[in-house]
């Protein structure tokens, strides 16, 4: 195997096996996850469901290798625990947050499903690729129903659903020395064996593959939970029998926040100074709230007489 190196957490892994026309993504997230969650007091169960969807977006996001391109993820429920999840990640900066009711989170069993967290749901997955719509640039949305025992699961379902692509996704979270702690595993095939050749059929139940998912699905989710075990060590445990395994160091993740108080000013001066004075409180504030963050941005009317 090519390029054994120890990976820190918060960086993810990019592989792939030739011969067997697969490639992969792992992740784990510690600091950066901390970090993101010390916004707000979650409840556990709403903290596991964040950091699983935080790992998925940065293994999805881990794909984008042209600067400035985002990836978004985001849940939209009918009468779910969680009425809202959102993350994304630009340029190795990751952020999220959820939106749920206290009063049926608390009524909810540790062990609780997918469809009892969101109820009836779908999971809404944007790409935005800075490169020419030729090359395949441009938006793209999929959306997928939430289906299946996790995050994961769904997100499988958006690529074989939305984009024909066997995919196998594992997501782990535990709590190492009190902290929270989440990693990843994300293997795909790729048709003919060439990334971004037009997929004019796509054989989901392809030979090469189905031996990649097996060996992919006796990953523990111990090890990818595990801050003391590498990246490269879980590749070679899985694939060390393969003829030749390509690994590759992806851009290091950061926790990540785009509000920005100059940025804010600039977007409410665009409004009418009737709409700005509706918007201002009682102190002659307009408060803007950044849900990702949890920080509050007051912008005085009186700014935008100077």
């Not at 749920?100 to 809404?124: E, M, N, R, S």
């Not at 944007?126 to 090359?135: G, L, Y």
């Not at 999929?142 to 997501?171: C, H, K, M, W």
């Not at 000013?265 to 504030?285: L, N, S, T, Y």
Request: proline share 6%; with cysteine.
């Amino acid at each position: 195997m090519a390029g054994q190196s120890e990976t820190l957490c918060n960086q993810p892994l990019r592989f792939s096996i030739p011969t067997r026309d697969a490639r992969g993504r792992l992740v784990r997230l510690d600091e950066v996850l901390a970090e993101i969650l010390a916004a707000h007091a979650y409840p556990p169960l709403i903290e596991k469901t964040l950091a699983e969807a935080l790992v998925l977006t940065a293994l999805l996001g881990a794909s984008l290798k042209e600067k400035g391109s985002q990836l978004t993820l985001q849940t939209q429920t009918e009468k779910g625990a969680i009425r809202l999840l959102a993350c994304d990640y630009k340029d190795g900066a990751l952020r999220g947050y959820a939106q749920f009711d206290p009063a049926t989170v608390a009524a909810l069993p540790d062990d609780a499903t997918l469809f009892g967290i969101f109820g009836k749901g779908y999971l809404a997955i944007t790409f935005d690729r800075m490169k020419p719509a030729i090359e395949g640039g441009g938006r793209y949305q999929g959306i997928v129903p939430l289906e299946g025992d996790t995050l994961a699961d769904a997100a499988a379902n958006y690529f074989v659903q939305s984009e024909q692509i066997p995919t196998l996704i594992r997501v782990a979270v535990d709590h190492v020395n009190g902290r929270c702690v989440a990693g990843g595993l994300l293997v795909q095939h790729l048709p003919e064996g060439e990334e971004g050749r037009e997929r004019l059929h796509v054989r989901l139940d392809h030979p090469e593959w189905a031996h990649v998912e097996i060996i992919a699905s006796t990953i523990a989710r111990a090890e990818l939970a595990d801050p003391s075990l590498p990246l490269e060590e879980i590749v070679w445990r899985l694939f060390h029998e393969e003829q030749e395994v390509r690994i590759e160091q992806g851009d290091p993740l950061s926790k990540g926040c785009r509000c920005d108080p100059v940025h804010i000013r600039d977007v409410i001066a665009k409004f009418p100074a009737e709409d700005r004075a509706e918007m201002a409180d009682d102190a002659g504030d307009i408060v803007v709230d950044c849900e990702f963050c949890s920080r509050r941005f007051p912008v005085s009317l009186a700014s935008f007489n100077n």
